[in-house]
């Protein structure tokens, strides 16, 4: 099994940062995706930005040149630095990975954390 848990988020002001991190335990064989979801009040979970292995990161077009995500492989670690934050960036955010413990790969998710956007 694989667990993935985050820290951060919390309440911040329109134009404010914030920084997630996530870090990923147990009997990882091998992680293919690394990255952050989110879902806001009444829609769907959406990706917000990846990073798979050995390519460069994947970001939602909303958060294209706000936010930046990082991945440590030795580590099993991957942050999401969240700079000028918009109210509409509201929302509980997931790590997700797609990992194996075994020859299975998985969608493992973390218990999510809640960012507020104030305006």
């Known amino acids: 099994q694989v667990q993935l848990v985050e820290s951060g988020g919390g309440l911040v002001q329109a134009g404010g940062s914030l920084r997630l991190s996530c870090a990923a335990s147990?009997?990882?064989?091998?992680?293919?995706?690394m990255g952050w979801y989110r879902q806001a009040p009444g829609k769907q979970r959406e990706l917000v930005a990846n990073?798979?292995?050995?390519?460069?990161?994947n970001y939602a077009d909303s958060v294209k040149g706000r936010f930046t995500i990082s991945r440590d492989s030795a580590k099993n670690t991957v942050t999401l630095q969240m700079d000028n934050l918009k109210p509409e960036d509201t929302g509980v955010y997931y790590c997700?990975?797609?990992?194996?413990?075994?020859?299975?790969?998985?969608?493992?998710w973390g218990q999510g954390t809640q960012v507020t956007v104030s305006s």
């Open positions: 147990g009997s990882i064989f091998s992680i293919k995706v």
């Open positions: 997700h990975a797609n990992a194996r413990a075994t020859w299975i790969w998985n969608d493992y």
């Open positions: 990073v798979p292995s050995s390519l460069n990161p």
